[in-house]
């Protein structure tokens, strides 16, 4: 059955339904992307819209993802599931084969001056891969999807492991106000993780944690100090950490530095206002910090900060951080970590046995 999203309003105990309506256009969706790519839910950078392929479509919006991975954002419009589906199909296959100054020439006609280098640093803080587009995902965006739509996206994603996967933005109305709500069809991390599994080199066994230093909030120096990683200051950052159990292997990672640190996960992931330090049997919140604000929003649970244990088993400071041309670098908070080439570099620098 099709998603199906309701909304109320709330006025001290009484809940009132809010209208559903129908989007006018479903050109505003695109308009909203453009203006906003966050509002899709996952981190990407636009680098072309209405992209004219060499079989006569136009993609309406391309994407690249963290690991330079292109997207195809296909709007439903009024087409069929056979039409929207095969169309997206279609768009991903003629991606597949896009040389680098193929892609790099779409970006740069979208970015205005801007090069797609410069562009994907700026907003990944990490640089472009020396590979680009080895794998081609597709999301339809749609304001309602039919359950044959949504039956054959399902199908695709979970019998044949094709990247493939369907948001939609719910219209509302309340008065004079317009409201939207977001929803993905399936979860597009498992999506994302099953499609990949059969191209990606196997685990490693070890996880790259992202140390996320900046502000007042976060401090490398503390990290080391009190044996802890964190992340916070939304959901978005520290959901993240509760992948972690005790037990598992990381590598910190410093962004546009390197590798700053090996360690065995001792505490999972916990509030900040929650997590003693063991060898000082202390609340971290109790000791001194270089992170001044580390207790920033520590009441709120989707706010604050998140900690996990580290027993750090060798850690270099920031100044010596380990790093190579081509080190696997992520903007995600953890994931799992398996690029050969930098597995191998981290096992030297480090000392793993």
Same mark, same amino acid.
């Given at each position: 059955m099709a998603f199906n999203m309701k909304l109320w309003q709330v006025s001290g105990k009484q809940l009132t339904e809010i209208e559903q309506a129908t989007l006018d256009d479903e050109k505003r969706l695109e308009e909203w992307v453009v203006r906003d790519p966050s509002v899709i839910g996952i981190d990407v950078l636009l680098i072309g819209q209405q992209v004219t392929t060499d079989f006569g479509g136009r993609i309406d919006l391309l994407a690249m993802d963290a690991d330079a991975n292109l997207l195809v954002l296909e709007l439903k419009r009024n087409r069929t599931p056979r039409d929207v589906v095969a169309q997206t199909l279609d768009y991903a296959s003629w991606l597949k084969n896009l040389s680098?100054?193929?892609?790099?020439?779409?970006?740069?006609?979208?970015?205005?001056?801007?090069?797609?280098?410069?562009?994907?640093?700026?907003?990944?803080?990490?640089?472009?891969?020396?590979?680009?587009?080895? @794998?081609? /995902?597709? #999301?339809?965006?749609? +304001?309602?999807?039919? =359950?044959? @739509?949504? /039956?054959? #996206?399902?199908?695709? +994603?979970?019998?044949? =492991?094709?990247?493939?996967?369907? #948001?939609?933005?719910?219209?509302?109305?309340?008065?004079?106000?317009?409201?939207?709500?977001?929803?993905?069809?399936?979860?597009?991390?498992?999506?994302?993780?099953?499609?990949?599994?059969?191209?990606?080199?196997?685990?490693?066994?070890?996880?790259?944690?992202?140390?996320?230093?900046?502000?007042?909030?976060?401090?490398?120096?503390d990290c080391r100090k009190y044996g802890f990683l964190a992340a916070g200051q939304g959901t978005w950052y520290s959901r993240k950490l509760r992948i972690l159990k005790a037990g598992d292997m990381v590598f910190a990672y410093m962004k546009d530095l390197g590798y700053v640190g090996y360690g065995r996960i001792t505490q999972t992931a916990t509030m900040i206002r929650d997590f003693v330090v063991k060898k000082e049997n202390q609340k971290l919140l109790d000791l001194p910090l270089k992170a001044k604000e580390m207790g920033k929003n520590s009441d709120n649970p989707e706010l604050s900060e998140w900690v996990v244990g580290v027993e750090w088993i060798k850690t270099f400071p920031r100044e010596q951080a380990k790093t190579f041309k081509g080190v696997f670098a992520n903007q995600n908070i953890v994931c799992k970590l398996r690029q050969p080439e930098t597995v191998d570099f981290l096992k030297r620098e480090f000392g793993v046995a």
């Open positions: 680098y100054q193929d892609i790099e020439e779409i970006a740069e006609a979208y970015l205005q001056g801007k090069t797609l280098e410069d562009a994907f640093s700026d907003h990944f803080g990490v640089s472009l891969p020396d590979t680009v587009n080895t @794998s081609q /995902r597709m #999301i339809v965006l749609a +304001s309602a999807l039919d =359950d044959s @739509s949504e /039956r054959i #996206i399902q199908y695709l +994603s979970q019998e044949y =492991d094709v990247p493939i996967n369907a #948001i939609f933005f719910n219209f509302f109305r309340s008065g004079t106000n317009e409201i939207v709500g977001r929803a993905w069809l399936m979860d597009p991390e498992v999506v994302q993780e099953r499609a990949q599994s059969k191209k990606r080199a196997p685990w490693s066994g070890y996880y790259f944690v992202n140390v996320g230093e900046g502000g007042e909030t976060r401090n490398w120096d």
